[in-house]
């Protein structure tokens, strides 16, 4: 689980005469490893009180997966209630702006593997999760 490479950057601007914040994100990760195994069962390795054995093909760590580079954002426009210092905020998040679809978990058992409601087993390399999608996220502050 071993990132090799972090890198987060954060970005404000605010927009005093019109009190609008403009807020930024960039994270970059290096890509996790892995390593390509293949599993026995009991019957084939004769290793006793287990269900089945994991042999790694190489060594541990020995391949990593894409680096992801994503970005978020945040637009928030204040409005001031009364003439007391109520604040009423309205803002939009904005999760992987760029809809980054980086590949972050692989199949790893040599020479395929079945999953459980798909049919056809998932081949070594094969990609099987990918970074969430772009999301939108609305909100409202009320500071007082």
Do not use: C
Not at 24 to 53: K, M, N
Not at 54 to 72: K, Q, T
């Amino acid at each position: 689980n071993d990132f090799e490479h972090e890198l987060k950057v954060f970005a404000s601007y605010q927009f005093p005469r019109i009190d609008l914040n403009i807020n930024a994100s960039y994270l970059l990760l290096g890509g996790r490893p892995y390593t390509p195994y293949q599993q026995y069962s009991f019957d084939e390795i004769g290793y006793p009180y287990s269900s089945g054995r994991r042999i790694f093909l190489e060594p541990r760590g020995s391949n990593r997966r894409d680096m992801r580079h994503i970005v978020s954002a945040r637009v928030e426009k204040h409005f001031t209630v009364g003439a007391s210092r109520n604040r009423f905020s309205l803002f939009m998040d904005v999760f992987n702006l760029f809809n980054d679809d980086t590949v972050s978990f692989i199949q790893n058992r040599v020479p395929s593997q079945s999953y459980a409601g798909i049919d056809e087993p998932v081949e070594y390399g094969a990609p099987t999760g990918l970074v969430s999608p772009r999301q939108l996220t609305f909100g409202a502050r009320w500071s007082f």
